[in-house]
T-cell receptor, first 114, second 114 residues
Framework: DGGITQSPKYLFRKEGQNVTLSCEQN?????MYWYRQDPGQGLRLIYY???????QKGDIAEGYSVSREKKESFPLTVTSAQKNPTAFYLC?????????????FGDGTRLSIL | AQSVTQLDSQVPVFEEAPVELRCNYS??????LFWYVQYPNQGLQLLLK??????LVKGINGFEAEFNKSQTSFHLRKPSVHISDTAEYFC????????????FGQGTRLTINP
């Protein structure tokens, strides 16, 4: 079945450590997105990419980095500069073009501080 | 800038009762509107979308929503809820033009009591 796979499901970070969250899709979608979810705040956009080798900052990009070397993959690195990384992280993907198609979401990665 | 406000953070209802989850939005340009549902520790699933046409939109699991441009609202309704509808619901918008970045409301936790 086509879909979005996020791994790991749970992740723990030590102080001063960078961690990378994986997001892979086999939907042949051009665009991919990373959102952060905190209780009572909904989802906020971290980064997005509409094409391979190109990405843009979202509303809360500070302390995060991404890469888009392959169409199907969009990993997110939470750096040590992100002082409050504890959250639920969701990856999404969508087609681009004239006919709008809604975003598909993965099942998320929950990141906690040790 | 665009914004989405969900007027209730929590809505408790009894099983088989009707429910309405309220959503207001703000945008100076035309937008697409969505309702997503999130079950515990899972990603988001699309319930319904308004792109154009009829202002009454029907979605999955018996939900429907009405787009009201004059009141900038997109309220979600279900005539009779079930225990399985217990979840968090998010209203979201995206601009018709440009990148498909979603702007989310804060979420409404729907609890169904037997």
């Amino acid at each position: 079945d086509g879909g979005i796979t996020q791994s790991p499901k749970y992740l723990f970070r030590k102080e001063g450590q960078n961690v990378t969250l994986s997001c892979e899709q086999n939907l042949n979608h051009d665009a991919m997105y990373w959102y952060r979810q905190d209780p009572g705040q909904g989802l906020r956009l971290i980064y997005y990419s509409q094409i391979v080798n190109d990405f843009q900052k979202g509303d809360i990009a500070e302390g995060y980095s991404v890469s888009r070397e392959k169409k199907e993959s969009f990993p997110l690195t939470v750096t040590s500069a992100q002082k409050n990384p504890t959250a639920f992280y969701l990856c999404a993907s969508s087609t681009t073009g004239f006919s709008y198609q809604p975003q598909h979401f993965g099942d998320g990665t929950r990141l906690s501080i040790l | 800038a665009q914004s989405v406000t969900q007027l209730d953070s929590q809505v408790p209802v009894f099983e088989e009762a009707p429910v309405e989850l309220r959503c207001n939005y703000s945008s100076s340009v035309s937008v697409y509107l969505f309702w997503y549902v999130q079950y515990p520790n899972q990603g988001l699933q699309l319930l319904l979308k308004y792109l154009s046409g009829s202002t009454l939109v029907k979605g999955i699991n018996g939900f429907e929503a009405e787009f009201n441009k004059s009141q900038t609202s997109f309220h979600l309704r279900k005539p009779s809820v079930h225990i399985s509808d217990t979840a968090e619901y998010f209203c979201a918008l995206t601009l018709i033009q440009g990148a498909q970045k979603l702007v989310f409301g804060q979420g409404t936790r729907l609890t169904i009591n037997p």
